[in-house]
């Protein structure tokens, strides 16, 4: 699943769910791993990891029985263009306050 543009940014006000991509901005980690630095049960790890991947900030892939999940670099870099485009709006519009007072 590709990014979803608004979803990203909700998706992320869950701690939890920062704290899963911090995790795994460190490198791949399955369910357990990830569970083991937690305060939240598997069920639960499960299911934000789910709300994750729906949105394209997480994939997953299969390692025997297990599932293997990373950080999507795509999904991500779609948040940090959407970051870099507000932040040099609100320079550019900082700038033009500071011109018009001069």
């Known amino acids: 699943m590709t990014y979803e543009d608004a979803e990203g940014w909700t998706t992320l006000a869950d701690p939890n769910r920062r704290l899963i991509l911090t995790k795994l901005a460190q490198g791949e980690r399955t369910v357990s791993e990830l569970t083991d630095a937690m305060p939240v049960s598997q ?6 990891l789910k709300v994750l991947k729906n949105v394209g900030l997480v994939t997953d892939r299969a390692e025997g029985t297990k599932r293997i999940y990373r950080l999507n670099e795509a ?11 507000f932040w040099k709006r609100t320079m550019s519009g900082f700038e033009q306050l500071i011109e018009e007072e001069e």
Not at 43 to 48: E, F, G, I
């Open 43 to 48: 069920p639960a790890v499960s299911q934000h």
């Open 75 to 85: 999904g991500v870099a779609a948040l940090r263009d959407q970051l870099d485009t």
